[in-house]
């Protein structure tokens, strides 16, 4: 940072988990700090200079200079924008952590499957001598085990729009995921949205290592952006360096050196060609952060994939049900269909994200959804985009989604499976796409 924190008039813009995490790593600095939320927190900290609780929590921002951003707070907030404007320095979290970090640190971001592709990448990592430690937007804040790391580890974050856009430095190693479009409740548009991810690659020096979707435009473009080296991953074509589907094979290499194949496709034990990718992405970034592949394929077999993407629940009566919670968007909802053969019964719907449910409603007319049970706020826009496409499948309007599972169980027949893919936010009637999936496993389970 620009001078010690300890001289700093420091806030804290909100108080979730991340400004949580970095408020217990200031005070075990003894190093002063104020609160700003909108709400009262359920548990206060003792020994905080001041709180500011309410609407107005925004307001007064030139008493500090230097301002800890949740990431739930738009940069481009005008109350943020004028304080930028007066000199105030606009911090994170994360920016915080990349200055602080002694560990090489590999960041991961796109749309969809960074968890999946972090996970993985734990996984592959963990069969080198080097600890592992994994955090961000999946997992522990980062702050949270800074005091624990040493040179020698590895540190890799899953790093989402928010996170990002505060960013002056880059880490050592970015993976750049597909980019489509998500969030456009909380970004001015799609370019906005683009705009606030390229840090992850932006100030990486010629020494660093830029991988990206080779198969996604927008991910390609990413590498105008950054003097990196740049290394490409794909489920269509071989790589330079990188690694690739092809054959039916996970392979990968490294620069000057020959292609290996890591391990046929089937051992990857993951539902959808995007989960491939992901596989895919997580080895190329395993292999430039100089793991050895030698165990690469044992970590990939034993693989369990994360709650609530695509996550077998049970079976019963010869039906079957998966939880697909974290598919907030319509690319995850769409990859999540179009990885089933079998007749499919869609649970989807839920709070706006701003997003345009073409392509869904494209996906269910060519797919094997024979039945689509929709519940909460965008129930009539996914049902209009369906009918657009002239889809003659089967659509109900549901109250929640404990009266969609009793629908589904009712019309579903043996050989058929129950999805819960929502393309939307849970907002409107969870606290979290996490409650909304644990709530679905719950329910069918009965």
Known sequence: MSQNLQDRRIGLLGFGI???ALAHFLQSRKIPFSVCDAR?????????????????????????????????????DPCLKAARESGIEISSQTRLFLHLCPAPIL??????GKGTTTSILHALLATDAARVFSGGNIGRPPIAFLDELRSDDRVVLELSSFQLQDLDLSPHIALVLSITEDHLDYHTDRAEY??????ICSHQKATDILIVNQDCPTARCFAAHSPAEIWHYSVRSPVAQGAWIDDNKLWARRPSEEATVICP???IPLRGKHTEGN?????????????????????????????????YVTEYKGITYYNDSLATTVDAAVAAINSFDEPLLLIAGGASKGADF???????????????????DEAVRIEAAIRQVGAQTAVRHCHDLREAITIARSTAQAGDAILLSPACASFDQFSSYAERGDLFKQLVAH
């Open 107 to 112: 960041g991961i971001t796109g749309t969809k």
């Open 279 to 311: 596989a895919a992405a997580a080895v190329a970034a395993a292999i430039a952060f100089g793991a050895p592949t030698t165990n690469f394929a044992d970590a990939i077999r034993s693989f369990k994939g994360l709650p609530h993407r695509i996550e």
């Open 18 to 20: 991340e400004n949580r």
């Open 265 to 267: 496709t089937t051992d």
């Open 40 to 76: 009262q927190p359920d548990a206060p900290l003792a020994n905080v200079r001041e709180w500011r609780i309410g609407a107005e929590y925004l307001d007064g921002l030139t008493d500090f200079d230097l301002l800890f951003r949740t990431p739930g707070l738009s940069s481009l």
């Open 358 to 376: 073409s392509a869904l409603g494209t996906c269910i007319a060519a797919s094997s959804v024979r039945a689509v049970l929709l519940i909460g």
């Open 194 to 199: 683009i705009a606030a991810k390229r840090p």
